[in-house]
């Protein structure tokens, strides 16, 4: 029996022998596993410090474009009521002119009137054709305006 206790301790001393190789091999190639982790944990945050320089210059410089455009817009605004203020004038110009043509047109109707009363035919073909021609250019002008308008709602 005594045979069979050191044959047994014998293996149990063989087998912990191959357990503890094998443990060994296990923990080496965990140490070399974190050892790579940690390598590239390294690289990552090399990486990321690289790339927090980047995007902080790209604030800075949208921050900086966002500025210049608001001092853009701002100086626009005084243009755009420039403008505004232009085409309010040329909108009296045009109410002017519209109520000058009419009344130059309502005077040489009364004038043609008056041709007609008097038999002067020549003068009276003359002014009657003048008096066509302001119509039809007051009627163009409007269709015009009409166009206009269409074209800038559309």
Same mark, same amino acid.
């Given at each position: ?21 094998? $443990? ?5 190639? /965990? ?5 790579? %982790? #940690? @390598?590239?944990?390294? =690289? &990552?945050?090399?990486? $990321? ?5 980047? /995007? ?5 410089? %949208? #921050? @900086?474009?966002?500025? =210049? &455009? ?85």
């Amino acid at each position: 029996m005594n045979i069979i206790v050191e044959v047994s301790i014998a293996l149990v001393a063989v087998a912990f022998a191959v357990l503890v190789i094998f $443990l060994v091999r296990t923990l080496n190639m /965990v140490q070399a596993s974190l050892k790579e %982790t #940690n @390598q590239t944990i390294s =690289d &990552v945050q090399r990486e $990321l410090n690289d790339v927090s320089g980047e /995007v902080k210059g790209l604030i800075r410089n %949208t #921050n @900086q474009i966002t500025m =210049d &455009v608001r001092h853009k817009m701002k100086a626009l605004d005084s243009l755009f009521g420039t403008v505004e203020n232009v085409g309010d004038t040329l909108e009296g110009v045009t109410s002017s002119l519209k109520n000058a043509s009419s009344r130059f047109a309502t005077n040489v109707n009364h004038n043609m009137r008056q041709v007609e009363t008097t038999e002067n035919k020549p003068l009276y073909r003359v002014l009657n054709t003048v008096s066509s021609a302001i119509d039809i250019w007051q009627r163009l002008k409007v269709h015009r305006m009409n166009r206009k308008r269409e074209a800038a709602g559309s």
